[in-house]
């Protein structure tokens, strides 16, 4: 696998379940985030992790719960969803951009399709 | 608050041909970084290409290439001798530099672009 891979692609879940999804970077980078892509409207940064440490977390709702336990993971686990919550969730990685020499570009997984019933 | 602006929701051009693509931004920071980003239908991200604001040259990439204008905040993408596999949305994004919150990129709603044969 290389680059960033997200699964699963597709989702479709009822308001009551739980489920998570999960992202995987395979470029060594240190920032991993969530964004929420829904149907005319800009792509909306969800949260940001460095160095395993949440460092963003643009006023989620809490039934989006965010888990990253090393550089290379990131998921996020969802729980008692509205149907406005379906959308197009994608995943990004990038070096640390405080580090010297770093470039700051993210790079995105293919995203995972979510439709909350 | 930074904003960013595509005013053309949707474009066509023939293959081969020349296209060029709006964005426009609006901040008070002197320091930041501009992409351009393609999503094709496969919905995967892909970046086409990144500005920094504090070189003058503009940034070229194969076929790809953008006209800065930091006092005007425009930031433009050419497509040139435009192929069937250059259909997709494109997104022009700003980020912060040095100092600014980490990963947060600010997108704009996209364009459309088609390449008709």
């Known amino acids: 696998e290389t680059g960033v891979t997200q699964t699963p692609r597709h989702l479709v879940m009822g308001m009551t379940n739980k489920k998570s999804l999960k992202c995987e970077q395979h470029?060594?980078?240190?920032?991993m985030y969530w964004y929420k892509q829904s149907a005319k409207k800009p792509l909306e940064l969800m949260f940001v992790?460095?160095?395993?440490?949440?460092?963003e977390n643009n006023s989620v709702p809490s039934r989006f719960s965010p888990e990253c336990p090393n550089s290379s993971h990131l998921f996020l686990h969802l729980h008692t969803l509205q149907p406005e919550d379906s959308a197009l969730y994608l995943c990004?990685?990038?070096?640390?951009?405080?580090?010297?020499?770093?470039?700051?570009?993210?790079?995105f997984g293919p995203g995972t399709r979510l439709t909350v019933l | 608050a930074q904003t960013v602006t595509q005013s053309q929701p949707e474009m066509s051009v023939q293959e081969a041909e020349t296209v060029t693509l709006s964005c426009t931004y609006d901040t008070s920071e002197n320091n930041y970084y501009l992409f351009w980003y393609k999503q094709p239908p496969s919905r995967q991200m892909i970046l086409v290409i990144r500005?920094?604001?504090?070189?003058?040259q503009n940034a070229t990439e194969n076929r790809f290439s953008v006209n800065f204008q930091k006092a005007a905040k425009s930031f433009s993408l050419k497509i040139s001798d435009s192929q069937l596999g250059d259909t997709a949305m494109y997104f022009c994004a700003f980020m912060k530099g040095y100092g600014g919150s980490q990963g947060n990129l600010i997108f704009g709603k996209g364009t459309k672009l088609s390449v008709k044969p």
């Open positions: 990004a990685s990038s070096q640390d951009w405080q580090l010297a020499g770093s470039t700051d570009t993210q790079y």
């Open positions: 992790y460095n160095f395993k440490e949440q460092t």
């Open positions: 500005q920094e604001a504090y070189k003058q």
């Open positions: 470029l060594g980078h240190n920032a």
